[in-house]
């Protein structure tokens, strides 16, 4: 048994699996690749949201990590259904006041 030394920080989440998504857009992820942009091109980062049930993978190019990136890419991606669950790194657009209230606004509806 290997035991780690324990910490005085409270926990922010504990690890847990998923399961299989059992329907369209109850399972997605948000992955951001960037460091694109040659001399003739303003987009940067291509912005991909990918379903885990159809394995569908919808994709935005612009030349910022904002919210309105991430907002807009849901918008585009799940017009007739909602997504329950997002997954994601820490990205500042995600973490941001405006796509919280996005989000909230969405779900209320």
């Given at each position: 048994?290997?035991?780690?030394k324990?910490?005085?920080?409270?926990?922010?989440?504990l690890?847990?699996h998923?399961?299989?998504?059992?329907k369209p857009f109850?399972i997605c992820?948000?992955?951001?690749?960037?460091?694109?942009?040659?001399?003739?091109?303003t987009?940067r980062?291509?912005?991909?949201?990918?379903?885990?049930?159809t394995?569908?993978?919808?994709?935005?190019?612009?030349?910022t990590?904002?919210a309105?990136?991430?907002?807009?890419?849901?918008?585009n991606?799940a017009e007739?259904?909602d997504?329950?669950?997002?997954?994601?790194d820490q990205?500042?657009?995600i973490?941001?006041?405006?796509?919280k209230?996005f989000?909230?606004?969405?779900?209320?509806?």
């Open positions: 048994m290997f035991k780690n324990s910490r005085g920080q409270s926990k922010y989440g690890m847990s998923l399961g299989p998504a059992t109850q992820s948000i992955d951001t690749i960037g460091g694109f942009g040659g001399s003739r091109s987009k980062y291509l912005h991909l949201l990918s379903d885990h049930f394995r569908y993978a919808y994709v935005l190019t612009s030349s990590q904002n309105n990136d991430f907002i807009k890419l849901i918008r991606c007739t259904d997504i329950e669950l997002i997954l994601s990205y500042p657009g973490n941001s006041k405006e796509f209230r989000w909230m606004k969405r779900k209320l509806l």
